[in-house]
């Protein structure tokens, strides 16, 4: 006999946090605040802390943290963004959406993430940003992407939604570029009950661009300054990640050996 073994399982993982889930997601209920409260500053804070950050900015997906993190670097119409060709379709449809053109360049074959020897080739006069991809919590090389962007007066912008709590020569992933992106869509091993996305960042105004973008380009009620839109993670689902935050390291620890045990077994 055989069975099929989930690659996630949601319920189990909601058996062992489910009384401080309940917790925190009544209290959200109770305070009457859904939107930009207290809740979502509160978590806000807590990753930027656990990740080692200035700045962490709530946004509604992971897809949104690429786009508006590209806008408020100031990459639009006209400019070419390299990323690597293994990647969820996100990523390039992100340089999309912000008007850029989306360039791609191969990977790495030992960790399948992007190239950085084959960068340089693919910048032109119109290249503004590059964005590394770290797939499956394999970090790509930051040392090498981060000496061509310099090099070349690119921006890096980081594509973390596969890479919480993953580490680079020590350093958290996504805290290398101006910015690191991060999806909570709920399989990732830091996932919301729902959508929402993480912009970090160590540049203050950036971090003040993404606020404004995320809620309407307003920096102050009923003062729009930039063309914004609506992208505001929300406050149950802060509350959610709250939680699970504090279990993040305990349970990447358990995959590894989970990994371990599987390429002993199979082998």
Known sequence: MSAAIPLIDLRAQYAVIRERVRAAMDDVLESGAFVLSEVVARFERSAAEYFGAA????????FD???LALVATGVGPGDEVILPANTFAATALAVSAAGARPV??????????????LVPAAITARTRAVIPVHLYGQAADMAAVMDVAHGHGLR??????QAHGARFLGQACGTFGVAGCFSFYPS????????????????APVAEQVRQLRHYGQRAKHDHAVLGGNSRLDSVQAAVLDVKLRYLDEWNARRARHADHYRARLA
Request: charge should be negative; charged fraction near 25%; glycine fraction near 14%.
């Open 188 to 203: 990732k091993n830091l996932g919301a009950y729902g959508d929402g996305g993480l912009v970090l960042t160590n540049d």
């Open 156 to 161: 890096v912008i980081e594509d973390a939604a």
């Open 65 to 67: 943290a690429l786009r």
């Open 104 to 117: 791609l360049v191969d990977c790495r074959a030992d960790t399948l993430a992007i190239d950085a020897r």
């Open 55 to 62: 700045h962490a900015v709530g946004v509604g997906s992971g």
